[in-house]
C-alpha cells in the first residue's frame, strides 16, 4: 500500500520561499506521476505541479510554473516542490498525490493522497 507524508507547511511571508516534501513509501514508483495540489479555503482542490518519476519531467499548473519548482529524490523516495515568490493567493493546503500512468492534472485519476500540509501567505 503506497503511503504519501507531507511536510514542510508553514507560515511565511508574501515574497518569501517554502519547500515542501513528500516521502512515498509502500511501493515502487517507477510507473508513476507524483504531484502537488492545494485546496483554499471555500475552494475546489487544484492541480499545482507533477513529475514523471521515472525520467524527473515536470508539468505546473499556469499560476505557479515561473514560481514553483518540484522535484524528486529517487534514493529518498522523496519528492519537492520549491515555492519562491509566495503570494496570499497561494495560501491553501497542499497534497501530495500519486498515480501510475502519465500526467493528468485532475484530482480524481489520483489513487494515493496524503494528509496535507498547510501553507499560509500572509504578513
Known amino acids: 500500500q503506497v503511503q504519501l507524508v507531507e511536510f514542510g507547511g508553514g507560515l511565511v511571508q508574501p515574497g518569501g520561499s517554502l519547500r515542501l516534501s513528500c516521502v512515498a513509501s509502500?511501493?515502487?514508483?517507477?510507473?508513476?506521476?507524483m504531484a502537488w495540489f492545494r485546496q483554499a479555503p471555500g475552494k475546489e482542490r487544484e492541480f499545482v505541479a507533477a513529475i514523471r518519476w521515472s525520467d524527473g519531467a515536470t508539468n505546473y499548473a499556469d499560476s505557479v510554473s515561473v514560481r514553483f519548482t518540484m522535484s524528486r529524490d529517487i534514493t529518498k523516495e522523496l519528492v519537492y516542490l520549491q515555492m519562491n515568490r509566495l503570494k496570499p493567493e497561494d495560501t491553501a493546503v497542499y497534497y501530495c498525490?500519486?498515480?501510475?500512468?502519465?500526467?493528468?492534472?485532475?484530482?480524481?485519476?489520483?489513487?494515493?493522497w496524503g494528509q496535507g500540509t498547510q501553507v499560509t501567505v500572509s504578513s
Open positions: 509502500g511501493g515502487t514508483f517507477s510507473g508513476h506521476v
Open positions: 498525490a500519486a498515480r501510475i500512468g502519465g500526467v493528468i492534472p485532475k484530482d480524481w485519476v489520483y489513487d494515493y
